[in-house]
């Protein structure tokens, strides 16, 4: 059985873990914005002599690490819900290659299921099909919910 000071500890914990996150969010969309923002000037101009060291240096910036993070980038810097083929289709756009899959998309299926059951990622119907989102909305509301959920008490109580 936990101490006091222990659930006290393991609820900070958490509450931190959960700015944090939030931070995380926020510190991602501003990345995106700036990527997109590059990537914008950039096609303005006709010399690709020019232009190439620019996006070369993007992407070794923006890169994501594995299959899972490219499609939380993915998810993230989306302005709504979308489907697997959707998700599949914007993944070279943000830096992760598909070549060496030879059906990614039933990957992709398997990670976006298991981001909505693990992460802040939730799965809703789009146009009649299964689409997944990015909940943007992560605040202490949602960990107060969780905290208590599971007895530990927030420091809002």
């Known amino acids: 059985m936990l101490s006091s000071p222990e659930k006290k500890v393991i609820a ?11 931070q995380r969010a926020q510190i991602e969309s501003q990345m995106q ?10 096609a303005l101009s006709d010399d690709e002599a020019e232009v ?8 070794e910036i923006t890169k994501p690490e594995g299959f899972t993070d490219a499609i939380r980038k993915v998810l993230r810097a989306a302005d709504g819900p979308l489907t697997p083929s959707e998700v599949k289709d914007a993944l070279p756009g943000a830096g992760f290659a598909l070549d060496e899959y030879s059906n990614p998309l039933a990957s992709i299926h398997t990670i976006l299921k298991r981001l909505a059951k693990t992460e802040a990622f939730e799965e809703v119907e789009k146009e009649g099909k299964t689409a997944y989102k990015y909940i943007r909305i992560i605040g202490r509301v949602t960990t107060a919910r969780a905290v208590r959920g599971i007895g530990i008490p927030h420091k809002d109580r």
């Open 12 to 22: 900070t914990y958490l509450e931190q873990l959960a700015d944090l996150n939030v």
């Open 33 to 42: 914005r700036i990527e997109t923002g590059i990537r914008g000037i950039l």
């Open 52 to 59: 190439m060291p620019y996006l070369e240096r993007l992407d």
